[in-house]
């Protein structure tokens, strides 16, 4: 049953995943991204493969920040991993040499782009989750 799941889900149109993972890295990780280095991911197309849910994202940055990249489009940088060593990359609980060296992401495409955006993940650290260290004061105990 997994398996036809993430058979359909991979059919379904790239643009929404997209735009939602567009909207929610503009908000928690570019503006933490220097401006020069901002300018020297522009115009390249990053696409994200979640493998074990089917997802496909493809993300290009612009003046604007990131937008969802349209099919035409070529791919620079293509990187491939679960979706659980995705969330432990937003987490900061792993860096991305170690899942590369351990070959749970895997890299294509132009190596050179790689290793900037890779050099820019590890200077600018995990997204700053709006609701880290907060806790929940209306809760009853």
């Avoid at 522009?42 to 997802?55: A, H, M, P």
């Avoid at 132009?110 to 993940?121: C, F, S, V």
């Amino acid at each position: 049953m997994k398996h036809i799941l993430r058979e359909v889900v991979r059919r379904l149109p790239v643009w929404p995943p997209s735009m939602v993972l567009a909207q929610a890295l503009n908000r928690l990780w570019w503006p933490l991204v220097d401006e020069a280095t901002q300018a020297e991911l522009s115009g390249r197309v990053v696409e994200l493969v979640v493998e074990d849910l089917g997802i496909t994202c493809r993300l290009s940055a612009g003046p604007r920040g990131l937008t969802p990249a349209g099919a035409g489009q070529p791919v620079a940088l293509r990187l491939k991993a679960t979706a659980q060593v995705y969330w432990r990359l937003l987490q900061g609980q792993d860096d991305p040499d170690t899942l590369f060296f351990d070959r749970l992401m895997v890299m294509e495409g132009d190596t050179e782009y790689g290793l900037l955006l890779k050099n820019t993940l590890d200077a600018v650290g995990p997204p700053r989750w709006p609701f880290a260290g907060r806790r929940d004061t209306n809760h009853a105990h």
